[in-house]
């Protein structure tokens, strides 16, 4: 099994790398208010240790309900992470949904994100493979952890072996996601560095009927619960206003406890590769 190692901007990413963190809000809602939290990340980052990489979609493709807000757009989306990469030296991550937007993400950010809805549409995986970029895959919350290797090889048959793959819960019921957190071993034995998505995992699918509901209070539970089981980063969707999020407004987390959380986190982290 071959083990790579790899950049995302700045930030080192492997099996034996530091512990980094994926964070920003669920989807683009302004410059300005991405600006403002990127600019936050950056103190985080620097007080914590814990390297950053900001995220945030262009477009969210798979909301509940039909009126539901989906973000700028493609063109309008890039503007502003192009923006928020030139402005605070951050890395930007950013999902896409379609085969035809890997090129022309991929000239903007410094990894491609495929949502854990698509995790096993090929032509996708294959269209972010080829741009040679980092791909962030998702795990699906309908598959097993052994099954995403189907979806690592597709992208390592475009000759691209920089993945990242990303835990998010497991449907369980009705309007429930439950954590194993053995999958995070489990994904890691197939020779990619393994993130957790803390705040994802505590979303209730449809729960408020036309929008998700969540419990983001157990957002930190769980960070820290899959760092002492191996994870390799955290994936945590903040905001300065959580409640006016126009995504996921139930689970984002504030972000003014993410310093705390990430220090507790890099000294769980020490104490576990060592």
């Not at 798979?62 to 605070?88: C, H, Q």
């Not at 994100?113 to 698509?118: E, H, K, S, W």
């Not at 194993?180 to 705040?199: E, N, S, Y």
Request: proline share 5%.
């Amino acid at each position: 099994m071959k083990i790579m190692k790899f950049k995302i901007g700045n930030v080192d990413i492997g099996l034996d790398a530091p512990l980094f963190a994926i964070a920003g809000p669920c989807v683009i809602e302004s410059k300005d208010v991405c600006l403002g939290i990127a600019e936050q990340l950056v103190k985080i980052a620097a007080k914590s240790g814990v390297e950053i990489i900001f995220k945030a979609s262009f477009d969210k493709a798979n909301r509940s309900s039909i009126s539901s807000f989906r973000g700028p757009g493609l063109e309008k989306g890039l503007e502003i992470l192009a923006a928020v990469r030139k402005e605070t030296g951050l890395p930007v991550m950013t999902d896409v949904h379609e085969p035809g937007q890997a090129g022309v993400v991929s000239k903007v950010v410094d990894c491609l994100q495929v949502p854990a809805f698509l995790c096993r549409q090929t032509d996708l995986l294959c269209a972010c493979g080829q741009t040679g970029k980092p791909v962030n895959i998702k795990k699906g919350q309908f598959i097993s952890p052994d099954e995403m290797k189907n979806a690592l090889e597709k992208v390592r048959a475009c000759g691209n072996e920089k993945i990242i793959l990303t835990e998010r819960g497991t449907f369980f019921g009705y309007n429930r996601l439950v954590n194993d957190m053995t999958a995070i071993d489990t994904m890691k034995k197939l020779g990619c560095p393994v993130v957790f998505d803390a705040t994802h995992s505590t979303q209730q699918p449809g729960g408020l009927g036309d929008a998700s509901a969540g419990r983001r209070e157990m957002a930190p539970i769980l960070a820290k619960a899959a760092v002492a089981a191996g994870a390799n980063g955290l994936f945590v969707e903040v905001h300065t206003e959580p409640k006016k999020s126009k995504s996921d407004a139930a689970c984002i987390m504030p972000i003014a406890w993410l310093e705390d959380l990430l220090c507790v986190c890099k000294k769980i982290s020490e104490v576990v590769r060592k």
